[in-house]
């Protein structure tokens, strides 16, 4: 079992930047795909980033954010710059047993989310 939690969210202005975190506990995620999502309200949950052993990235992101982990400390980070208001949402972190990230992957295990709000 694999237990994932967020943190790093809160609200800033538009053009500055977060980090998120995400530990992971249970298992080392070594043979584990890790991804970001976000939820806005109203809207379905969207991929943002996925770690594989390369990175991946939706185009509405690419460039101003970044994926990494730290596998000695069994965490996964997401770096957001030049944060948009439609950067707001709730911000996941997921995890799947696998080894490369592909479209529409269904991940196994999620975090409880961090709020992110980006104001004008």
Same mark, same amino acid.
């Given at each position: 079992q694999v237990q994932l939690a967020e943190s790093g969210g809160g =609200?800033?202005? &538009?053009? %500055? @930047? =977060?980090? =998120? @975190?995400? &530990?992971? @506990?249970?298992?080392?995620f070594g043979n584990y795909v890790m991804g970001w999502f976000r939820q806005a309200p109203g /809207?379905?949950? %969207?991929?943002v980033a996925a770690? %594989? #052993?390369t990175t991946n990235y939706a185009d509405s992101v690419k460039g #101003?954010?970044?994926?990494?982990? %730290?596998? &000695? /400390?069994?965490?996964?980070y997401l770096q957001m710059n030049s944060l948009k208001p439609e950067d707001t949402a709730v911000y996941y972190c997921a995890a /799947?047993? &696998?080894?490369?990230?592909y479209t529409n992957m269904d991940f196994d295990y999620w975090g409880q989310g961090t709020q992110v709000t980006v104001s004008t």
């Open positions: =609200l800033v202005q &538009a053009g %500055d @930047s =977060l980090r =998120l @975190s995400c &530990a992971v @506990s249970g298992r080392t /809207k379905e949950r %969207d991929f770690w %594989d #052993r #101003r954010f970044t994926i990494s982990r %730290d596998n &000695a /400390k069994n965490t996964m /799947k047993r &696998a080894t490369y990230y």
